[in-house]
């Protein structure tokens, strides 16, 4: 099964799971090393590092406009929904606004150590002051 992990899931892992051919972007190493987080290190043998094409990013920031999540997630998780749409692959991941988005965008998700969403959600902004959408 191929996977692509997100920070959140490998913030939880110790070793890949069995029978998964799993990918990661050069964002997600990234933001382990921000966090001094050693375990890439120890997983890099068994994981691929690859990046989508600009076509598949286009893809999942549109989705992420119709959905209202664009300002809910990083260049990091778009690049994660884009590798994923375009290995036709699932993502691992605990953050709920990545799971909407991989919901629209027809990607299975795989929640790691919380309960994955169970809806769509879109998101719209309120004016507090005169209360248009």
Known sequence: MKVVLDTSA???LEQIPIGWEAY????????????????????LPTIKVSQATSSSLSKVKEAA???GDSSRLSRTDLDVLALALELKAAVATDDYSIQNLASVLGIEFLPMSMKGITKVVRWNYLCTGCGKV
């Open 65 to 67: 406009r119709g959905t």
């Open 10 to 12: 490998l913030f939880g």
């Open 24 to 43: 990661v972007t050069e964002g997600v190493l990234a933001e382990l090393e921000k966090y001094n987080d050693r375990r890439a290190e120890n997983l």
